[in-house]
């Protein structure tokens, strides 16, 4: 039971900033998107995955490591569009 509870958290927490991402890009706006949030964030999943690692767990390592893919992602929109919306402003 406890693993599965395990597994669920890790799907939801892995899901969790698809739709942010989708919205990022489809819209290209991510003025009101925390990048220190993202940043932090994607530090937490990662050292989660490195714990994983460390304790051999393949559920926290896969759903971790996703995580700190996608965040990685939505860190790299945000830079990107912004970047993109300033030079549009200017």
Excluded: C, H
Aim: proline share 3%; no cysteine; charged share 20%.
């Amino acid at each position: 039971m406890e693993e599965i509870i395990g597994i669920f958290a890790g799907i939801f927490t892995t899901i969790a900033a698809v739709p942010q991402i989708y919205r990022a890009w489809r819209t290209k706006k991510v003025d009101d998107v925390s990048p220190k949030m993202f940043f932090t964030l994607t530090l937490g999943v990662l050292l989660w995955t490195v714990y994983g690692v460390m304790k051999k767990d393949v559920p926290i390592i896969v759903t971790n490591g996703i995580s700190t893919l996608l965040n990685i992602t939505m860190f790299m929109l945000i830079f990107k569009y912004r970047e993109q919306n300033k030079s549009q402003t200017q």
